[in-house]
């Protein structure tokens, strides 16, 4: 298996660049508030191939050797007609990884789709989010999500508004348990 990753050192965005994501704090304050909620019980979902694929409406452009470009790839992508002394160039519309701002492109996503279902990131603690009307809350770390919820419909509710967007894994398909 091959990925292909930009030369992030050598781009340079206009924008912010960082998230901010939820500390060890919040993480051990949300597990601790699994343990002293009468009912609840916490999961541990993953997102898929989080960086990839997120549109951007500012493009970046490289150029790769065909050297490195095997034979097979050239002939399925028809790439010989596109080498110009020595590199194939290429248009980057997605995020991939390697790219300063594939994590906030990605993330600005995610938050928006989390908010427009109900989801809202507290205004004093980075990475915890909560419900409006549902007992869930979670903290995210990049792509990653430990869960407090009390009745299985909420955190099904939760994986459902997810798997609109993104492939999920969670710890109940990986018997990973939090």
């Known amino acids: 298996r091959t990925r292909d990753t930009v030369g992030g050192d050598k781009i340079t965005y206009p924008s912010e660049v960082s998230t901010q994501t939820a500390g060890l704090t919040t993480a051990k304050l949300l597990i601790n508030s699994v343990l002293s909620t009468p009912g609840a019980k916490c999961m541990v979902a993953d997102i898929k191939d989080f960086y990839l694929n997120t549109p951007m409406s500012r493009y970046e452009y490289m150029k ?3 050297g490195i470009i095997p034979a097979a790839i050239m002939q399925q992508y028809n790439l010989a007609g596109l080498v110009h002394n020595g590199f194939v160039y290429v248009e980057i519309r997605k995020g991939m990884y390697g790219l300063p701002q594939a994590g906030r492109l990605a993330n600005d996503a995610l938050v928006q789709h989390l908010y427009e279902n109900g989801y809202i990131q507290d205004a004093h603690t980075h990475g915890l989010f ?3 009307t549902r ?6 770390v990049v792509d990653d999500f430990a869960v407090k919820y009390v009745g299985k419909e909420h955190a099904d509710h939760l994986l459902s508004v997810l798997r609109k967007k993104y492939t999920i894994s969670t710890d109940w398909e990986d018997k990973l348990y939090c």
Request: hydrophobic share 50%; with cysteine.
């Open 64 to 66: 790769i050797p065909v």
């Open 130 to 132: 909560t419900h409006t």
């Open 135 to 140: 007992p869930v809350a979670f903290c995210l």
